[in-house]
């Protein structure tokens, strides 16, 4: 199993129910493909640095998971078929940065 760090951008235009049917769905799709999902972080609405779909904000969501590296590009695929996801970032570190991240804690 590799180490994977993962952010996920959702529009701002679903409602949260829909954003938390979007994440729940996404912690399946890791465990259907034998990934563990380590950590988790809410970072929010933020600001995007260029509009993407005519949106200048965003929901991040932020993941680290375990997973085999041949399985990111079947769960890129599934992502891109999903249009509340409007990007999504996989990142293979050596090991885990330790939570909170300084983004999260921005937040507060």
């Known amino acids: 199993m590799k180490n994977f760090?993962?952010?996920?951008?959702?529009?701002?235009?679903?409602?949260?129910?829909?954003?938390?049917?979007?994440?729940?769905?996404?912690?399946?799709?890791?465990?259907?493909?034998?990934g563990k999902i380590l950590n988790t972080e809410d970072w929010g609405l933020r600001d995007l640095s260029y509009k993407i779909n005519n949106s200048s904000k965003a929901f991040y969501n932020f993941y680290q998971i375990e997973i085999e590296g041949?399985?990111?590009?079947?769960?890129?695929k599934t992502l891109n078929q999903d249009e509340s996801f409007i990007r999504h970032l996989f990142?293979?570190?050596?090991?885990?940065?330790?939570?909170?991240?300084?983004?999260?804690?921005?937040?507060?």
């Open 91 to 108: 990142v293979k570190v050596n090991q885990h940065q330790e939570l909170p991240t300084k983004l999260f804690n921005e937040k507060k």
């Open 5 to 34: 760090e993962a952010v996920l951008l959702l529009s701002p235009e679903i409602s949260s129910k829909s954003r938390n049917d979007c994440l729940e769905s996404f912690t399946k799709i890791i465990s259907d493909h034998a």
């Open 70 to 76: 041949n399985k990111i590009e079947l769960i890129k």
